[in-house]
C-alpha cells in the first residue's frame, strides 16, 4: 500500500507538469499533499526524492522542493542524449514492428488524423504513445529506463512547444518515416530517422522565450 500511494504522488506531480499546471520553478509545498490530498510526510518525501532522482524535481537548500528549470545548453545536452537513446530504440525495435506491422501502422493512422483536426491535445497524447510504443518493444528494460529519465526532465519544455507551436504537427512527417523504415526492415534508416526527428525536437524547444530557461 506504501508502495501504491507513493506511485499515486509522483503520477499526480508528474501529470501536473507535464500538463502545465506545475511551471518550472515552482515550489512544491508538502502540505499540499498531505493535508490536501491525504497522504503521510514520508509517502510524499520519498515521491520526492524519486522525482528528483529523475530529473523532474529539484532540491536547493533553504528553498526547498521545486519543478526543475532547465538552462539552454542544458535542454540541448538532454536532447543530443535522448536522440543517442531513442535512435537506439528504434533500431532495436524493427525487428518487433516488422512482426507487428499493424500496431504501428493504426498508430500512425490516428496520428495522421490528429494532424488532419489540428488537434494538439490528441496529438500529444498519441505523441507520448508513439516514443513509449517504440521504446518498450526495444526490449531493453535498461535502455526504456534511461529514456523514460530524459523524456521526464523535459515534459515542461515539451508542453509548451506542444501548446504553442502549431509547427509540430511538421514532425508527424518524421513519425511517418521512421515507421516505413522499421516496416521495411531498415534497422540503420530507422535509427537516423529517429535521431533526426528528436534533434528537430530540440531546435523547437530551443526556438522558446527565454522565459523558460534557467539563466
Known amino acids: 500500500m506504501a508502495g501504491s500511494n507513493v506511485e499515486a504522488v509522483v503520477k499526480i506531480v508528474t501529470e ?10 515552482t515550489r512544491l509545498v508538502e502540505a499540499d499533499y498531505t ?6 510526510r514520508s509517502t ?16 536547493e537548500r533553504h528553498r526547498g522542493v521545486s519543478v526543475c528549470k532547465l538552462s539552454r545548453k542544458q ?40 494532424v488532419a483536426q489540428s488537434d494538439l491535445s490528441v496529438f500529444s497524447r498519441l505523441n507520448t504513445d508513439f516514443h513509449s ?5 526495444a526490449d531493453n528494460d535498461y535502455l526504456l529506463q534511461a529514456i523514460k529519465r530524459f523524456e521526464t526532465s523535459i515534459f515542461w519544455l515539451q508542453f509548451r512547444v506542444l501548446v504553442g507551436q502549431n509547427a509540430v504537427f511538421t514532425t508527424n512527417d ?12 531498415d534497422e540503420k534508416g530507422a535509427e537516423a530517422a ?20 534557467r539563466v
Do not use: W
Open 16 to 25: 501536473a507538469v507535464r500538463t502545465g499546471r506545475l511551471v518550472p520553478g
Open 75 to 114: 535542454a540541448t545536452d538532454v536532447y543530443c542524449v535522448r536522440a543517442t537513446l531513442e535512435g537506439l530504440a528504434a533500431r532495436l525495435a524493427t525487428p518487433f514492428a516488422q512482426q507487428n506491422p499493424e500496431r504501428f501502422q493504426q498508430l500512425q493512422a490516428k496520428l495522421d488524423d490528429a
Open 194 to 213: 529517429m535521431v533526426m526527428h528528436i534533434l528537430k525536437a530540440g531546435d523547437l524547444v530551443q526556438a522558446l522565450d527565454d522565459d523558460y530557461f
Open 35 to 40: 493535508q490536501g490530498l491525504g497522504y503521510s
Open 44 to 59: 510524499v518525501r520519498e515521491a520526492f526524492q524519486r522525482l528528483i532522482s529523475t530529473g523532474l524535481l529539484t532540491f
Open 174 to 185: 518524421d513519425h511517418q518515416l521512421i515507421v516505413r523504415e522499421m516496416l521495411r526492415g
Open 133 to 137: 510504443l517504440i521504446a518498450e518493444s
